[in-house]
């Protein structure tokens, strides 16, 4: 199997790799590249937990052919915090008690910053629809909608 | 009013300890580990649901490249089965296979992929038995035994008065029957564990254990160790809601065997189909319930018998069962009651211990039957658990005396004052019928806290002030989400007069801390916390005799507050709390506190069915208000309350975080979820055909927290967890009667359900009548083609409209030969 | 996921040349979202290449000429649902990219793939037919342009050939005087495949009486395909609510006809017409 050479970048961090193309991005960021705060739940695209930014579009990184990222700019929840700090979304995120097992939490925190990237005062029913594709089985998502609410409040 | 404000942290949403590391991507799963020259652990499981295995050929996966063991049951050095109660779980099926999720043999390889292929090249030769999958049917002295010489292994009563003599007291009798679905626990993160050699021999394995303790004794009775050469440490569990037990420990033993067969460390992780596929479920029930009843609506008798389906293994069906026998009767007086419940083996997926364990599937039942006969009796769902509820003082079915505060009526009035409920609920009733109604529905329930009269109660917990004053605390206790580990921790800071972001918790490890029993039945705060409590009050007591030897001043006069050493009557600072942990260590005092708390004690006369089931109790009420949409059978739940007597709030956050969680899950029992199994094989095996609960399914959740303080728990806590998972789905089903005026008897209510009253099903008895020789002739012009889904399309030519798409070609070519009848018909 | 070689272009002709020479063996990429499914199943018949085309710029975009929406195949249904375009002239067809999935797939899954895959729960599938929309395909061979609805043989199967690209989908503009609605029924509020749905389109004339009806129900029948018995019986009248009633009882003897009575037509049956009423109602509401 030839492998592919891609250039990409994660996280503000420019990399250029030569990969296996059979991997997901997935697999690519957790196996090769260490990143495992992207978690891996269902692999089928129903869960969430694997979401990722794509040129600011949150999507499952485990549908995602990790050559397929050639040239894109990603975001992982590694890539959150900034000099140190939290991102104020994570803030919230803990403020809110929004995090219990926090396996959902990554994948959760990725569908709302490109939510709130787009829209930096959703309404509630706004914030549902852009998780609906996080599933979490511990919150009942309630705390989640409000810490997602509460960011730029 | 309580004692709250007295308190710094106790009671406060303290920020979770795991927190941060869980916001930033750092906690690390069991998956997240690895170390260098790690091989893959994959396991073979079984090709049929019950089987004899005859031969099992694995020389050409030896030979693979790269497959460094393959291992099969007579590998196993030690025991060979495990199991809490009874011990008869296989590790690795030897004779016989029991169902679809059992393992057959390990491989350990380089790579997944090579693990894979090695895989496919175990031949395993069976001889297919009688499948049971009817646990009625398991009953039957007739059917294939599955263990030994009896399918049914749990038998629980409960005996209170003459049950004869009650429903002869009664004006009429109310007789239903109800059944529960089999629930898979969901946690989003699969199954993994990394094993790794030790040392000094045995084994290192860190995973996503829930039952640390149980899984160690499990492993080093396979493995032939002591306990102090095997250790298990407990990586950030992503949920487990009592998932996690004796999946693991199944995953523990098996990495553990391939590590020290390679002496390489040793990865396994779960796709989401094994996981499905293998763990265990919540225990689908077949409830009868027979009340005898006054015209009054005064409850003269409960006859009641359960079946529970206990799939191949016996796992904690003995105490999942033993809680819903004890709990059956629901929060009423009843003075004759008469209760068996059964628990029996088939060839389903085994079923074990989930969050509410065995609460859920009686409450379903208690609440339907409550509503019944409010509607009997002309009153409505408020007034007729007010007649009936208990009040302090109240005898249980099983003769305990309840003498704490038994809060059930506060409850109920807290939580139906909130939406109005009797008013909401006369309305809709009286609604004309519309493509969407509403209703609105009720239920409560009392229950036993923490592991009760069904095991020994005891929990460890350690404390350690550092030198700088900084602490370490550690449990037997583990943390799964629900947030063990910052409730302990409010509870060591509150001792010790110190905030929060000074303490580290440990992830448990079975080699540093006592073990402490199973982190299950809502233990977690009353008994993991009581402990924290012991231990710090050891740290605080050095502490302050140190401080008054420092200061001159009595150890009376003197408090720890905000990280400082206070002077009570002026309130002046008199040494930092750093300062006071450096002056312990100079003067040689240990800051280390090891606190051990054992419940009160219970008792249970299991041939009678009596005693002190449980040392307190804890009472909630749930109200949902629908939507149903009456032409296609959809429900959607637009209002919730949920209230429930706590005891106290140790971390307010995390408490309204379980009762909006439990709701959901509840939501999801209630109307989404049901993990099917066909003929032993399992339907659903991810989530794109199980069906949770999404951020659009789950409403607006209004949480009441009540709390009386109970004197046996630390500041008065008791338990959330569990009560707050155990109402929804009754409440939900009573709010589909009020709109509709159908009750539904089987879980989950469905589309087909709420429509048509009931499931589904492709009939199992075809037409005799038709001609029989024109179908088969028909049938073998068929066409199958694989769909690229994965699923089975089939045709026969010519024949318009005669056309079949299912998941299994043998799913395919029946539903193809039922259109074809149809048609012929 | 086994070994495969992974081609990428950024052109039309290189995609089909490639196509060409691997026919069978080859499978198109675009956004992956049922691709990288069924390469992950265990014994997922995996081809030698991988031809991704979602960096084919040409192949993307929403667009009008000529009173014709032009849809390039690689329009994600966010994009989609965002469209004014599509809002203006065809809004069934965004209501239906608004409920598939999840954001996530809704952002990575294409029209192209939906209508590709033409799996039986395809929701852009209905709008479009009920749309009259047209798909072209090209191969190294040229290019042939078809009727959606003659598209389609049975579920996954299509008359596309395995050297085909589809490189748009075209439809009128509905006119200001149609309304149009879709209805999809599932199990859940989101990541929900469709247990039903149903397209609809009417236009009105200045005397409010129905001049053009179109149904096109998902997941009932084992093609997409409008239902003419149905709509014929909508043409010159009022809409009324027996009308519309009558409609879906019609719609569903049409599709107990094609199906055969089996097992899950007790629920379908009702319910479809229930569905194809309430899409007529919402065709009419102002
Ligand atoms: C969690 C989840 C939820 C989903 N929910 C829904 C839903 O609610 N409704 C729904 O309709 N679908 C749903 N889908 C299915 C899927 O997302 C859609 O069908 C999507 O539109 C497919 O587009 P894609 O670009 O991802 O296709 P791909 O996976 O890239 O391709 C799909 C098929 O089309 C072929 N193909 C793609 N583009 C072309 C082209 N231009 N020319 C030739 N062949 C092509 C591919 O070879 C492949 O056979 C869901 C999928 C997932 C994983
Ligand atoms: S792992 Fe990607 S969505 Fe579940
Ligand atoms: S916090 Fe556990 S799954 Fe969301």
């Given at each position: 199997m030839k492998k592919i050479k891609i250039s990409t970048t994660i996280n503000s961090k420019k990399y250029y790799l030569d990969i296996n193309p059979n991997v997901t991005l997935l697999d690519l960021l957790r196996d090769e590249l260490g990143l495992t705060g992207t978690k891996r739940g269902c692999e089928i695209g129903e869960c969430g937990a694997c979401t990722v930014l794509i040129n600011g579009e949150a999507v499952n990184s485990c549908l995602v052919l990790a050559p397929q990222i050639d040239g894109k700019e990603l975001l992982t929840v590694e890539g959150l915090m900034a000099e140190g700090k939290l991102h104020p979304l994570q803030q919230s995120f803990m403020d809110h008690d929004a995090v219990q097992c926090g396996f959902c939490t990554p994948g959760m925190l990725m569908s709302s910053k490109a939510l709130l990237d787009e829209n930096p005062n959703p309404a509630e029913e706004e914030i549902r629809t852009a998780i609906s594709g996080n599933l979490c089985r511990c919150t009942g998502y309630v705390q989640i909608v409000e810490a997602i609410g509460k960011v730029n409040k | 009013m309580s004692t709250q404000n007295q308190h710094k942290i106790i009671g406060k949403s303290e920020c979770r300890v795991d927190a941060w590391g869980k916001v930033t991507g750092r906690a690390k799963f069991a998956e997240d580990y690895n170390v260098g020259h790690q091989l893959w652990g994959k396991v073979l499981r079984a090709k049929h649901p019950h089987a004899k295995i005859l031969k099992i050929d694995t020389s050409k996966a030896e030979k693979v490249a790269g497959v460094e063991a393959v291992l099969t049951a007579k590998d196993i050095p030690g025991s060979k089965v495990f199991g809490i109660v009874v011990s008869n779980q296989a590790i690795l099926a030897e004779d016989k296979v029991r169902y679809l999720g059992d393992g057959v043999a390990l491989i350990a390889a380089k790579t997944e992929e090579i693990a894979d292929e090695a895989l496919s090249l175990i031949e395993v030769e069976y001889e297919p038995l009688l499948v049971v999958t009817d646990p009625e049917e398991a009953m039957n002295p007739e059917t294939i035994k599955i263990h030994g010489d009896d399918n049914t292994f749990v038998h629980h009563k409960v005996r209170k008065g003459d049950v004869d003599k009650g429903f002869a007291e009664a004006n009429f009798i109310l007789e239903k029957k109800f059944k529960t679905q089999f629930v898979e626990h969901s946690y989003i993160e699969p199954e993994a564990v990394l094993a790794e050699p030790a040392e000094q021999g045995g084994v290192r394995v860190t995973g996503s254990v829930q039952n640390l303790f149980s899984t160690r004794r499990s492993t080093a009775a396979a493995l032939n160790l002591p306990l102090n050469k095997v250790q298990i440490i407990q990586a950030t569990l992503g949920g487990s809601f009592g998932g996690k037990d004796e999946a693991m420990t199944s995953m523990c033993i098996r990495a553990a065997l391939l590590c020290l067969k390679t002496c390489k460390p040793v990865k396994m992780v779960n796709t989401r189909e094994e996981s499905m596929l293998e763990s265990y479920k919540r225990h689908p029930y077949t409830l009868y319930y027979k009340w005898g009843v006054k015209n009054d609506g005064t409850i003269t008798a409960m006859e009641i018998r359960i079946i529970a389906d206990g799939g191949a293994y016996a796992s904690m069906s003995p105490f999942v069962t033993w809680r819903s026998v004890v709990q059956a009767t629901g929060p009423y007086y009843c003075d004759n009651v008469k209760t068996d419940i059964y628990a029996v083996y088939t060839n389903n997926n085994y079923t074990g211990a989930m969050r509410g364990f065995g609460s859920p599937q009686v409450n379903f039942a208690i609440e339907s039957m409550m509503d019944i006969l409010a509607e009997k009796v002309g009153k409505d769902p408020l007034e007729i658990r007010l007649q009936n509820g208990f009040e302090r003082g109240a005898i249980t079915a099983t003769g305990q005396n309840l003498e704490h505060n038994v809060s059930l009526k506060e409850v109920l009035q807290k939580a139906t004052a909130e939406i109005n409920f009797q008013e909401k609920w006369k309305k809709y009733r009286s609604e004309p019928n519309t493509q969407k109604k509403r209703g609105i529905g009720l239920a409560c329930s009392y229950r036993g806290v923490s592991l009760g009269a069904e095991g020994t109660d005891a929990v460890g917990t350690i404390i350690s002030v550092q030198t700088d004053g900084s602490v370490i605390v550690s449990s037997g206790i583990t943390d799964m989400g629900q947030g063990a580990q910052t409730q302990m921790s409010q509870i060591a800071a509150e001792v010790l007069g110190i905030s929060m972001d000074r303490i580290q918790f440990l992830n448990t490890n079975t080699s540093r801390v006592p073990d402490s029993g199973p982190t299950v039945a809502s233990r977690g705060t009353i008994m993991g916390g009581s402990a924290a409590k012991k231990a710090a009050e050891i740290v605080q007591a050095t502490l302050l005799t140190t401080a008054s030897e420092m200061t001159g001043l009595d150890v009376q006069s003197l408090e720890l507050k905000d990280n400082y050493l206070i002077d009570i009557e002026s309130g002046q600072r008199l040494a930092s709390f750093n300062e006071l942990a450096a002056e312990c260590f100079k003067k040689g005092r240990p800051t280390y506190g090891f606190g051990w708390h054992k419940s009160p004690k219970t008792s249970w006369d299991e041939d009678h069915g009596q005693g002190e089931a449980y040392f307190t109790w804890v009472y909630g009420a749930n109200i949902a208000e629908v939507e149903v949409d009456t032409e296609t059978g959809k429900v959607d739940v637009l209002n919730f309350v949920s209230c429930h007597d706590v005891g106290k709030a140790i971390n307010r956050g995390a408490v309204l975080g379980q009762i909006y969680g439990g709701v959901a899950m509840g939501l999801g029992y209630g109307l989404l979820e049901e993990f099917e199994i066909e003929n032993g094989i399992p339907k659903q095996l991810n989530f794109d055909e199980y069906s949770l609960p999404t951020s659009m399914d789950v409403p607006k959740i209004k949480a009441i927290v009540v709390e009386n303080e109970?004197?046996?728990?630390?500041?008065g806590a008791k338990s959330i967890g569990e009560p707050a998972n155990e109402l929804a789905a009754p409440a939900i089903i009573n709010a589909i009667y009020n709109a509709t005026g159908k009750r539904i008897y089987e879980l989950p209510a469905n589309l087909e359900r709420v429509l048509l009253g009931h499931k589904l099903v492709r009939p199992k008895e075809r037409g005799s009548v038709l001609k029989e020789k024109d179908i088969q002739a028909a049938m073998h012009r068929a066409v199958y083609e694989l769909l690229p889904d994965g699923t089975f399309y089939a045709e026969i030519p010519g024949l318009q409209g005669v056309y079949a798409n299912a998941k299994s070609l043998e799913e395919c070519r029946e539903q193809l030969q039922e259109v074809l009848e149809k048609e012929v018909a | 996921m086994k070994p495969f070689e992974y081609i990428s272009t950024k052109s039309i002709n290189e995609a089909t040349q490639v196509l060409s020479e691997y026919k069978q063996d080859a499978r198109v990429l675009a956004g992956g979202t049922d691709v990288l499914i069924e390469l992950r199943r265990p014994h997922a018949k995996i081809p030698k290449a991988i031809l991704d085309i979602s960096y084919i710029e040409s192949l993307n975009g929403i667009s009008e000429s000529d009173g014709l929406i032009i849809l390039k195949p690689l329009s994600t249904h966010t994009q989609i649902l965002k469209s004014d375009l599509v809002r203006k002239y065809a809004q069934l067809l965004g209501i239906a990219a608004s409920q598939i999935g999840a954001p996530q797939i809704r952002n990575r899954g294409t029209v192209g793939g939906n209508v590709m895959n033409a799996a039986t729960c395809a929701d852009t599938v209905p709008p479009l037919i009920a749309l009259d929309a047209e798909i072209t395909l090209r191969s190294n061979g040229g290019s042939r342009t078809m009727k959606l609805v003659d598209f389609f043989i049975k579920p996954y199967k299509t008359k596309a050939e395995s050297d085909d690209v589809l490189i748009e989908i075209t439809f009128p503009k509905l006119p200001s005087n149609a309304q149009s609605a879709f209805i999809k029924l599932g199990r859940r509020n989101a990541l929900s495949i469709s247990r039903l749905s149903v397209a609809a389109i009417l236009m009105q004339d200045k005397k409010g009486l129905i001049s053009e009806a179109r149904i096109v129900p998902g997941a009932a029948l084992p093609t997409w395909m409008r239902v003419k018995e149905a709509e014929e019986m909508l043409i010159g009248e009022k809409p009324s609510l027996k009308l519309f009633t009558a409609a879906g009882q019609k719609v569903s003897e049409v599709m107990i006809s094609y199906t055969g009575r089996r097992w899950s037509t007790e629920y379908k049956e009702p319910v479809i017409g229930v569905l194809v009423r309430r899409a007529l109602e919402g065709c009419v509401k102002d």
């Open positions: - | 109970d004197a046996l728990g630390p500041f | -």
